[in-house]
């Protein structure tokens, strides 16, 4: 292998443990009423998941310690927002407590699988567009309530927050769907 190839799949192994670690400080933002901030570190995870993506296939395929890593880090970001948001009464868009334990469920069902499939058992189309409408629909849950179109008369902050709540709610449920379809697909393979 070429050490610029090399290089590549160290840069892409490196940003999938950083990803791994932004749950911490994501969770704590959120506890800490610094939604901003906590928007931008799911932002910062989901663009991390798809540049270690596009490294590893750069670097003609991630190493197989970053194939098995790469869906955990996705999973331990993505359920900080999750179980936050299924906690909070207060806030617009609260996540029914059932339908967060149904994705963690089976996310871990997931990775039981793949820890046992050879090369760490690929992402499907339909997992990997999970991925997508998973952090798409927790951005949007997650838009700041001070963030607006930078003041002026007419739309708000609050109703854009308002719409843009509303629109990650109704992303969130075909996210589900597509979680659930994507763990019987999975499973039917083994």
Same mark, same amino acid.
């Given at each position: ?69 790469? +869906? ?49 058992? +690929?992402?499907? +189309? ?47 449920? +075909? ?16």
């Amino acid at each position: 292998m070429s050490l610029a190839r090399s290089r590549l799949r160290r840069l892409a192994d490196g940003l999938t443990v950083g990803r791994a670690l932004l749950g911490l400080p994501l969770i704590l933002a959120l506890a800490g009423g610094a939604a901003g901030l906590a928007w931008w570190l799911l932002l910062l995870g989901g663009l991390s998941d798809w540049a270690d993506g596009l490294l590893a296939r750069r670097a003609g395929g991630g190493s197989a310690w970053g194939a098995r890593l790469d +869906p955990l880090t996705d999973k331990i970001l993505i359920a900080a927002p999750l179980l936050w948001l299924a906690a909070q009464p207060s806030w617009p868009q609260q996540l029914p407590l059932w339908a967060v334990w149904l994705l963690l469920a089976r996310e871990l069902l997931i990775s039981g699988w793949r820890s046992g499939a050879s090369g760490g058992g +690929p992402a499907s +189309p339909a997992g990997k567009a999970k991925t997508v409408l998973q952090f798409a629909s927790l951005l949007l849950l997650l838009w700041p309530l001070g963030w607006g179109l930078g003041g002026g008369q007419g739309y708000g902050q609050t109703d854009l927050a308002a719409t843009l709540h509303q629109l990650g709610w109704w992303l969130f449920w +075909p996210s589900l769907v597509l979680a659930l379809s994507s763990a019987w697909s999975y499973l039917r393979r083994r």
